[in-house]
């Protein structure tokens, strides 16, 4: 079974499903509560998956020894599906964040197959000139976006990347969309 299949099943484990995984992505159940699993990305940094309240689903991505991690949660509704990443700072001291334009995000959403249903960057146009910002110590930066186009049916990848070029990172999470 592949990974994606691997969260897929997790994500509808959210929905009364039973979760489950091949052996070459290890899941571990983390939490007083079992709602959260941690395991390896495809990429091999480690990632986190919870599922914080029914219909919501989350996943938090950190690099071995990076500073910035990412958080993405996902909301769908009745007529849109809410995306939130949250860039935090956890070290000891700030960091600059460089991006190479006014992009700092971008959010695909895929469906089964692989295929791209939606990018939300898709139409917009950003500042061309180069930015920073200074990240203190535990200090994080909200991004919030929401998907209202017709809504399919089915279970869905959500990717957000961070584009920080100094610190860029990647968080995905499986949502369903009943």
Not at 12 to 35: E, H, I, M, Q, W
Not at 83 to 95: D, T
């Amino acid at each position: 079974m592949s990974r994606f299949r691997a969260l897929g099943a997790l994500a509808l484990a959210a929905f009364g499903c039973v979760a489950c995984s091949d052996g070459s992505s290890p899941l571990t159940r983390t939490g007083a509560s079992g709602t959260a699993l941690t395991y390896a990305g495809v990429d091999g940094q480690q990632q986190s998956l919870s599922l914080p309240a029914r219909g919501e689903a989350a996943a938090q991505r950190t690099s071995a020894g990076a500073p910035i991690s990412v958080n993405l949660r996902v909301t769908p509704g009745q007529d849109a599906v809410t995306f939130e990443l949250i860039a935090n700072n956890g070290g000891e001291k700030r960091h600059e964040l460089r991006f190479a334009n006014g992009q700092e995000v971008d959010f695909v959403v895929r469906d089964e197959r692989g295929r791209d249903v939606w990018t939300w960057s898709d139409g917009r146009l950003f500042t061309q000139p180069m930015r920073t910002h200074l990240l203190e110590q535990h200090e994080s930066r909200d991004y919030e976006v929401t998907w209202q186009d017709s809504l399919p049916r089915g279970t869905f990848t959500a990717i957000a990347r961070f584009r920080s070029e100094n610190h860029p990172a990647t968080a995905q999470v499986v949502f369903v969309l009943p």
